[in-house]
């Protein structure tokens, strides 16, 4: 799964998180998500290679915090 909008890194997702910004979680292809729980999630998005993973804990389908 992957974090929307597209971060270059944890540690910036950790700053939008703690900023109010909206952060969601999408798997293309893959159904839907979890509105509440944790999931694994990777980024940034393909084409580009994976450079971070993380685990998702998502509230009311928002990302609420990422380690």
Known sequence: MYIRPNFKSKAAIKRAI???????????GLGTVPE???????????????????????KAGQVVKIT
Do not use: D, L, M, Y
């Open 18 to 28: 703690a900023s109010g910004e909206a952060v969601t979680v999408f798997a293309p």
């Open 36 to 58: 509440n729980g944790t999931c694994s999630v990777e980024g940034p998005w393909s084409p580009e290679p994976h450079k971070w993973w993380g685990t998702a804990t998502i």
